[in-house]
């Protein structure tokens, strides 16, 4: 059996990515209800060498919107990193999910070899999408999407990996 580099990637950016908006709204009550700032949350760090929440967010999207459209061969659209609520968080997510579940499977079928090119200047890499995809981009993906569960679950919002892991 083959492998299917489009299941491998579009599905497996949905799954988590309607999980982290199932946890936003979570996030989002539990401040509420526990009086917390949004804020506190918003720009809570693990470490101070580490970026906040909702950054975290940003990059987990950026990742599965430039994954999806290197994949296919698209032009990566360009987001404003100017989020500053869950609700806003929310429609980046949103967003994202439209964008990805847009591009043609067919285009993404077949681009184990698509020469895939990030970065710029010194910081430019080259791939092959099979390995950008399994070595680069989910990684971060993953990353970042966990990083972001876990700030708040080290911040007592009551999530499992059952939340995280979402519908599959």
Known sequence: MTLSIYSASIPVFKQILNSLL????KAESHAAEKKIEPNALLQFRLFPDMLPFTRQIQIACDFAKGCGARLAG??????????QSFAELKARIVKTLAFIEALPQDQIE??????????????????????????????HFFFHA??????LRHNGLDIGKKNFIGSY
């Open 74 to 83: 698209a032009e990566v659209p360009a987001y404003d990193d100017t989020e």
């Open 22 to 25: 199932v946890i936003l709204d």
């Open 110 to 139: 077949g681009s184990e070899t698509r020469a895939i090119t990030t970065g710029s200047g010194e910081k430019t890499k080259h791939f092959t999408g099979q390995t950008y995809l399994f070595h680069y981009a989910l990684p």
């Open 146 to 151: 966990t990083t972001a569960y876990d700030i």
